[in-house]
């Protein structure tokens, strides 16, 4: 699977829009981005996953440069409760391990 | 509806005991995975279940580790002789034919 780079930690505001970048430089054809978090001693929430067209759901959007080299996660109205660790992984559909990198850590502020 | 569920929440232990960790993954799901996180680490791969083929145990990081899916439903991981190197907590994650993973809360392993 792919490697992605993301960054260690960022913060935002309270209702402010957060977005993660994350790069993927070297995704192959068959490679989805997929976007999970994890809440301190939680296991990982998945929050949504990508091939190249954008993508939303109630959690997120996904957005997917038109290379795939690189892709932003979109929480649209970021609360206290969203402060994780946010993963971005690339993967085959029907791959079997997740890789996780080291994430960036999220910090929402009031 | 029901999502993972894993058991014990917390387990202490002392070193050279025998441990079992159970997952019950989401109904009808066909496919587990089994991860470790050690204290301020990533996720871990460990071994990978799907259907009735023969399991992915490319992670597991020794011979004291083995685990069993029974039924295609609920796995059991097994870590024999423990060391104090394998606390972490362990995570199980089901998927339906190898799609999106979720994740169950995990049991934090200490080994005293």
């Known amino acids: 699977d792919a490697k992605t780079t993301q960054p260690p930690s960022m913060d935002c505001a309270e209702g402010r829009a957060a977005n993660l970048p994350c790069n993927h430089s070297t995704i192959s054809g068959n490679e989805y981005v997929y976007w999970y978090r994890q809440i301190h001693s939680q296991g990982p929430q998945y929050i949504i996953h990508?091939?190249?067209n954008n993508e939303t759901n109630e959690m997120a959007s996904l957005i997917i440069t038109e290379d795939r080299k690189s892709s932003t996660l979109i929480l649209p109205h970021a609360t206290l409760r969203d402060t994780a660790v946010y993963y971005c992984?690339?993967?085959?559909?029907?791959?079997?391990?997740?890789?996780f990198g080291a994430g960036t850590i999220l910090r929402v502020k009031s | 509806g029901a999502g993972v569920s894993q058991s014990p929440s917390n387990k202490v232990t002392e070193k050279g005991k025998d441990v079992e960790l159970r997952c019950d993954p989401i109904?009808?799901?066909?496919?587990l995975y089994w991860y470790r996180q050690s204290l301020g680490q990533g996720l871990e791969f460990l071994i990978y279940?799907?259907?009735?083929?023969?399991?992915?145990k490319s992670g597991l990081p020794s011979d004291r580790f083995s685990a069993e899916r029974t039924g295609g439903s609920v796995s059991t991981l097994t870590i024999q002789r423990t060391q104090q190197e394998d606390s972490a907590v362990y995570l199980c994650?089901?998927?339906?034919?190898?799609?999106?993973?979720?994740f169950g809360p995990g049991t934090r392993l200490t080994v005293l």
């Open positions: 992984i690339v993967r085959v559909e029907y791959g079997n391990k997740l890789v």
């Open positions: 994650a089901s998927s339906s034919n190898r799609d999106t993973q979720y």
């Open positions: 109904s009808g799901h066909t496919a």
């Open positions: 990508g091939l190249k």
């Open positions: 279940f799907q259907g009735n083929s023969a399991p992915d």
